[in-house]
């Protein structure tokens, strides 16, 4: 997979819809030579593809082969790079899939998670969430080429190859293909002050309810979404602010850690306090892009009408863990799986390739932490999690997030 560039880190607010596009239409515009199906005829009996994807601090550009067709590949990424052809009806179709895009993101609990949640606990940020629906659909084709054409031509580029593949064989093919372009920068752009832009919103303090759950306040804590959906199903979502990974990777794991311990007890607790079996989510985001942001989130599916209920509940099962600590039960019921997770998840080429090479380069501290992650969660004790689980998971700084269907929420 090659690391192109700096992604949309250089767009404003009324540029970001060329991200969403440029992902959705560049490998269906083929190349400049071929039409997409004329190269799978080109590569027709080969193991090749592509596949293309703009981030927030980076482009990716790469595809799945075999060692026997690993030369072909890197000619089509190339190709890809120096020859790209924009073809207009790609462009025409990808845009026809927005209103479908746009439909789950109002239609779906999980699209209104990632779209109005996750612009609402960035603080706003354009970053985060999708642009609004008539900013992509009067984005012309031109500004999607424009857009792109310096960073495949020009901008840094950073290749990682994971697999049973001969060293020599691949270090041969690289530098036939990718090696061989013009020179390019040496470094992806950066961009200070949009990395210090992001922060979780400040929290007021959460409604609390009453025993008779009578009058209700609209408060700005916990935060209101509706769904327009059919479907019985509303969500309660608790986030804590946390912080970024770079120069935190111990905080970061021993929160990883903590998420596993907080989803088990919310798992027993939940449904003793309710009778019901559930299963609740709980992860922990170290941020990588965004200097000090971060957050750590529980959530769990209710019916409609209760993910208030729910929120609250969560936070205050939270709450007990910040106040007990985690026990030794509990910390080794999360702790062991985990470390059978981490030696398996090791053996894995997706691990290697995205985790540990992709961005190594720029950031040589992942392979520091390739290197020590399985020792570091191994040695984690129950005192140090907890410590980090009463820093961070602070009950005032909890902010309350409730999914409803519309229906549920207008009675």
Do not use: C
């Not at 560049?26 to 590569?43: C, H, S």
């Not at 026809?96 to 109005?116: A, F, H, K, W």
């Not at 019916?303 to 910040?322: F, K, N, Q, T, Y």
């Amino acid at each position: 997979i090659l690391r192109i560039g700096s992604g949309t880190l250089t767009l404003d607010e009324s540029e970001m819809a060329l991200g969403l596009l440029a992902s959705a239409s560049f490998v269906e515009g083929g190349l400049g030579a071929y039409n997409l199906d004329q190269l799978q005829r080109v590569f027709a009996g080969r193991t090749v593809s592509a596949h293309f994807d703009v981030s927030t601090d980076h482009f990716s550009l790469g595809g799945v082969t075999t060692p026997e067709d690993l030369e072909f590949q890197l000619q089509l990424i190339a190709a890809y790079l120096t020859d790209p052809g924009f073809r207009p009806e790609a462009f025409a179709r990808a845009q026809r899939q927005i209103p479908e895009l746009y439909r789950q993101l109002v239609s779906t609990v999980d699209g209104v998670m990632s779209n109005d949640v996750m612009r609402a606990i960035s603080g706003g940020s354009h970053r985060f969430g999708y642009p609004e629906k008539v900013d992509v659909m009067d984005v012309p084709a031109q500004a999607v080429e424009a857009f792109l054409r310096p960073a495949l031509s020009e901008a840094y580029l950073e290749l990682s190859i994971v697999g049973d593949v001969d060293f020599e064989d691949a270090k041969n093919f690289v530098q036939k293909t990718i090696g061989a372009l013009p020179a390019r920068a040496e470094a992806p752009a950066d961009v200070p002050a949009v990395r210090g832009s992001v922060q979780f919103p400040e929290v007021t303090p959460a409604l609390e309810l009453e025993a008779s759950d009578a009058e209700r306040v609209d408060v700005e804590n916990p935060l209101r979404f509706t769904v327009d959906s059919d479907l019985p199903r509303a969500t309660a979502a608790v986030f804590w602010p946390t912080n970024s990974m770079p120069g935190r990777i111990n905080e970061s794991r021993q929160l990883n850690l903590a998420a596993n311990i907080l989803r088990d007890r919310l798992r027993r607790e939940i449904r003793e306090e309710l009778g019901e079996a559930y299963s609740p989510s709980a992860f922990n985001h170290s941020n990588e892009v965004f200097e000090g942001f971060g957050y750590f989130r529980a959530a769990n599916g209710v019916d409609p009408g209760g993910a208030e209920r729910m929120a609250l509940l969560i936070r205050r099962i939270a709450a007990d863990l910040v106040e007990s600590g985690t026990s030794e039960e509990e910390f080794e019921r999360a702790h062991r799986p985990l470390i059978r997770f981490l030696e398996e998840y090791r053996r894995d080429n997706s691990y290697w390739l995205s985790r540990v090479l992709f961005a190594s380069q720029v950031h040589p501290e992942h392979l520091d932490w390739a290197r020590t992650i399985v020792e570091d969660y191994a040695r984690m004790t129950p005192g140090q999690v907890s410590e980090t689980i009463r820093k961070y998971l602070i009950p005032e700084s909890a902010l309350l997030v409730l999914i409803e269907p519309a229906e549920a929420a207008a009675e």
